[in-house]
């Protein structure tokens, strides 16, 4: 379903929003590998995507040339890597423990330093100029990787990497900019859940201001944008 300009697919489950989504991440990088060239791939948090990445993990460890394969992330919160809150553990533990990508392909946010910012600074300088696919998810306020509304992330259009501060603990968290987000070949948004039914209606329906709702700021000039969504979170569109 197009809602307007907007490629939301909805799917009966999230099992199947994880499997579809998989599907299309294996033919993009195949696409963009085939001529032996690399994928830079923005890994999203939080509690959606874990059903993304065991999938990759367990139906497409020999179907995804994976030493070919960069990954980085969307957002962090500042905790350490061992702590059950962290986005890198999540996704060391459902996908990076489980299929071969290169240990130095694997740029997990830095937060060790006693400075969020100089861990943002350091991060910015690991980026790539850009990213073949950003995975996304949202909250029920509409933030989005660690973008939240009001925050002045929003308008930093020099930094790629900034420190922000959410409303829910981990309250230090580090993200990429609107700027970076939106130099993406493709954003895929993996939407899941009741919870976030009024959330995605907004953003695809009112579409408010991003600074309101900063998902609705994700809009890259020469990429494309698919929201895979399943039908619970997709109920109000
Ligand atoms: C994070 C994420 C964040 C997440 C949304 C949805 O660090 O938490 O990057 O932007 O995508 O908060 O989280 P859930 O998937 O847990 O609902």
Not at 63 to 85: C, K, L, M, Q, T
Not at 155 to 165: A, C, G, K, P, T
Request: glycine share 6%.
């Amino acid at each position: 379903m197009a809602s307007g300009l907007t490629d939301v697919r909805v799917f009966p489950d999230a099992d199947a929003v994880a499997r579809a989504a998989a599907a299309r991440i294996a033919s993009l990088i195949a696409a963009k590998t085939a001529g032996g060239g690399s994928f830079f791939l923005a890994l999203s948090g939080g509690r959606t995507p874990r059903a993304l990445y065991q999938c990759l993990a367990e139906d497409y460890h020999d179907r995804i040339p994976w030493a070919r394969v960069n990954i980085f992330w969307s957002d962090e919160r500042y905790v350490p890597y061992g702590d059950p809150r962290s986005n890198y553990r999540m996704a060391k533990e459902t996908l990076l423990d489980r299929v071969p990508v290169p240990e130095q392909q694997v740029h997990p946010m830095p937060t060790e330093p006693a400075d969020p910012d100089e861990a943002a600074r350091r991060y910015e300088r690991a980026l790539p100029q850009s990213f073949d696919l950003v995975l996304l998810g949202i909250g029920s306020d509409g933030h989005t990787a660690s973008l939240f509304p009001g925050s002045p992330a929003l308008d930093q259009s020099e930094r790629w990497v900034v420190v922000s501060v959410a409303p829910v603990e981990p309250r230090v968290r580090l993200t990429l900019t609107l700027s970076v987000l939106n130099r993406a070949d493709s954003v895929f948004f993996v939407v899941t859940g009741a919870d976030k039914t009024a959330a995605l209606r907004r953003i695809v329906k009112d579409s408010p201001d991003y600074h309101l709702c900063p998902a609705v700021g994700v809009r890259p000039r020469g990429g494309t944008v698919i929201w895979w969504v399943d039908a619970a979170a997709a109920l109000a569109l």
